[in-house]
């Protein structure tokens, strides 16, 4: 397995919305390229992970810059340091942000953000590659922004309302909450944070809100949008094997693939170079099929 240790520039970037987020940049002296690789992690992840860390160095991709987005939901709570911040002791007004506090319609504006810096570098060809709950991102991105090449997404989120049944397994349970929840965001505690009893183990009330609101299909609509290159991989470990085959068939786009990773979980762990030859892959041939047209 070769070294993970890869050098990058970090850079700090501006959103539409003006708030501050950070891009990784790999080569780290890269001046110009023909193809960006953006790479977007899931909720609770971050730039410096997967996808990031262990595939940009094994994706044999001449030309290419790959830039990971430090998407707000990163991590699941980190101290706001980039926002003025008074007496925190007496008044509790320290700002935060990531996972517990997503706000899920910023996310386009992550990945803009990092596109608009591979645009800079000359990147004629856009490809995404999202894990997990960047892969939501990433369909809502090109959905949105026709000048995707191209989309690989490792074990897709594909609704934020997978875990409410999980979280609020008894019957009323799930209503009642919301119900508290409202309450909470008219008394203005909207970014107070709702414990559950599974993974991501607590959410801001504001989120669980939004989450709880979002459209059915929103994932699959928004890659029927797009209309560009989908690949879906997903490993056999997981459980949603079956619902992601199902999708992925269900597409209204015409060049779509799967692939299912014997063995593999939803992290990639010891599957990377797997990985990399998919991606790599599916990205030459839709760059050659484009050039010969």
Request: proline fraction near 4%.
């Given at each position: 397995?070769?070294?993970?240790?890869?050098?990058?520039?970090?850079?700090?970037?501006?959103?539409?919305?003006?708030?501050?987020?950070?891009?990784?940049?790999?080569?780290?002296?890269?001046e110009?390229?023909?193809?960006?690789?953006?790479?977007?992690?899931?909720?609770?992840?971050?730039?410096?992970?997967?996808?990031?860390?262990?595939?940009?160095?094994?994706?044999?991709?001449?030309?290419?810059?790959?830039?990971?987005?430090?998407?707000?939901?990163?991590?699941?709570?980190?101290?706001?340091?980039?926002?003025?911040?008074?007496?925190?002791?007496?008044?509790?007004?320290?700002?935060?942000?990531?996972?517990?506090?997503?706000?899920?319609?910023?996310?386009v504006?992550?990945?803009?953000?990092?596109?608009d810096?591979?645009r800079?570098?000359?990147?004629?060809?856009i490809f995404?590659?999202?894990?997990?709950?960047?892969?939501?991102?990433?369909a809502?991105?090109?959905?949105?922004?026709?000048?995707?090449?191209?989309?690989a997404?490792?074990?897709?989120?594909?609704?934020?309302?997978?875990?409410?049944?999980?979280?609020?397994?008894?019957?009323?349970?799930?209503?009642?909450?919301?119900?508290?929840?409202?309450?909470?965001?008219?008394?203005?505690r909207?970014?107070?944070?709702?414990?559950?009893?599974?993974?991501?183990?607590?959410?801001?009330a504001?989120?669980?809100?939004?989450?709880?609101?979002?459209?059915?299909?929103?994932?699959?609509?928004?890659?029927?949008?797009?209309?560009?290159?989908?690949?879906?991989?997903?490993?056999?470990?997981?459980?949603?094997?079956?619902?992601?085959?199902?999708?992925?068939?269900?597409?209204?786009?015409?060049?779509?693939?799967?692939?299912?990773?014997?063995?593999?979980?939803?992290?990639?762990?010891?599957?990377?170079?797997t990985?990399?030859e998919?991606?790599?892959?599916?990205?030459?041939?839709?760059?050659?099929?484009?050039?010969?047209?």
């Amino acid at each position: 397995m070769p070294s993970t240790g890869i050098e990058v520039k970090i850079l700090d970037a501006r959103t539409a919305d003006q708030e501050r987020i950070e891009l990784a940049v790999y080569p780290s002296r890269v001046e110009s390229a023909d193809l960006g690789v953006i790479h977007i992690h899931g909720k609770g992840g971050n730039f410096y992970g997967l996808p990031f860390r262990p595939l940009a160095p094994r994706l044999q991709l001449p030309g290419a810059v790959h830039v990971a987005v430090n998407m707000r939901c990163h991590d699941l709570g980190y101290t706001r340091t980039d926002v003025p911040s008074a007496d925190s002791v007496v008044q509790s007004d320290v700002a935060v942000g990531g996972g517990w506090w997503e706000d899920l319609d910023v996310g386009v504006d992550d990945i803009a953000a990092a596109v608009d810096h591979a645009r800079s570098l000359g990147c004629r060809d856009i490809f995404l590659l999202g894990h997990s709950a960047g892969g939501f991102y990433a369909a809502a991105y090109a959905a949105r922004n026709q000048q995707v090449n191209g989309i690989a997404m490792l074990s897709p989120l594909t609704s934020n309302k997978t875990n409410l049944g999980m979280w609020f397994p008894e019957p009323g349970q799930l209503e009642a909450t919301l119900n508290q929840a409202r309450t909470m965001v008219a008394e203005g505690r909207g970014h107070h944070i709702v414990p559950l009893g599974a993974w991501y183990y607590g959410v801001s009330a504001k989120t669980l809100l939004q989450r709880a609101a979002e459209e059915d299909g929103v994932w699959s609509a928004n890659l029927n949008a797009a209309r560009c290159p989908v690949l879906v991989m997903w490993g056999s470990a997981e459980s949603r094997g079956l619902m992601f085959r199902q999708l992925v068939e269900e597409l209204a786009v015409d060049d779509k693939q799967w692939a299912e990773l014997p063995g593999c979980e939803h992290n990639y762990i010891g599957y990377e170079d797997t990985v990399a030859e998919q991606v790599t892959r599916f990205i030459t041939e839709r760059r050659t099929a484009s050039s010969a047209t």
